[in-house]
């Protein structure tokens, strides 16, 4: 049977198109390879064409790798496709579940919102704190007045304490513990290190009792109404100041407009030869609060 004429001319065209797109195929397909000469003409290679030991030893040897640094190009296009990975995986995060998108959205908020609590939290306890000792009363022991009383055995010394108050408010002193006592003297090295410290002094908590007239005002002076006595045998002032001394010693509790406490301690040595009063050197007893 015999093919129409436009069937044959429409096949014949479709094959010219396909060359004409491909010539170099056409051309590679329709040459032939050309073959060596030793195989053409039956030769044997040459001592030219046999490569020695030493080419063998350099063909097989690695070749050194460069430390190749990527071009700005590379870079960002690497940047992109990591942001393109990432944001890909953010977008099918927030795409996959709505509900689940919104609950993790809700706990980070939530997390947020408690780390910001807490720390105004504490931003508010100091500054409570801080308010409170911006208008407090501050009493410290400025003086000490010692009076002496002799009789045919024994002299008696009497102590008034001087307290002023340093701070911006008035001073009410609840409690107030006053005494005098005779304490082996403290003795140091020349070197100035001490072999018998000062004596160990303690007060409890309910220890002290009240005052008449407690208020203080600011910048003022509280004075004779914290008083000590001690008694002391005059057959034991032959061995003062040396091995023996007479101290006087307290605490004094207050507070301000607001219930908050505070405490003074104060710790005087007295030399009745000098008639003075000197503080010993233990910081803690003449600390405050």
């Known amino acids: 049977m015999r093919r129409p004429p436009t069937l044959a001319a429409t096949i014949l065209l479709a094959v010219i198109i396909i060359s004409a797109a491909n010539p170099s195929a056409a051309t590679s397909s329709s040459q032939p390879s050309p073959r060596p000469k030793s195989e053409s003409k039956g030769e044997q290679p040459s001592s030219h064409d046999i490569p020695t030991a030493s080419e063998d030893a350099q063909a097989t040897q690695p070749q050194a790798i460069r430390n190749a640094v990527p071009s700005q190009e590379l870079q960002s296009a690497t940047d992109e496709r990591g942001c393109a990975h990432y944001g890909g995986r953010l977008s099918r995060l927030l795409t996959a579940d709505p509900m689940t998108t919104f609950n993790g959205l809700l706990a980070l908020f939530t997390f947020l919102l408690v780390v910001v609590g807490a720390f105004q939290l504490g931003v508010l306890y100091y500054s409570h704190k801080a308010a409170i000792h911006v208008g407090r009363p501050f009493l410290l022991v400025t003086e000490v007045h010692v009076r002496t009383v002799k009789d045919d055995q024994n002299a008696i010394f009497t102590a008034d304490f001087t307290l002023h108050n340093f701070g911006t408010g008035p001073a009410d002193i609840v409690d107030y513990i006053a005494e005098g006592d005779v304490f082996d003297a403290p003795v140091q090295n020349p070197d100035r290190r001490v072999e018998r410290p000062d004596p160990r002094i303690a007060y409890g908590r309910k220890e002290g009792g009240p005052i008449g007239d407690p208020l203080v005002a600011p910048a003022a002076d509280f004075r004779s109404h914290i008083v000590a ?45 000098e008639d003075q009063c000197v503080q010993c050197l233990t910081k803690k007893y003449n600390s405050h609060t």
Request: aromatic share 20%.
């Open 229 to 273: 006595h001690v008694s002391v045998p005059k057959s034991e002032l032959a061995a003062m100041p040396d091995r023996r001394r007479i101290a006087f010693h307290g605490r004094v509790r207050y507070r301000g407009t607001l219930k908050q406490k505070y405490a003074t301690r104060f710790f005087w040595w007295y030399f009745p030869e």
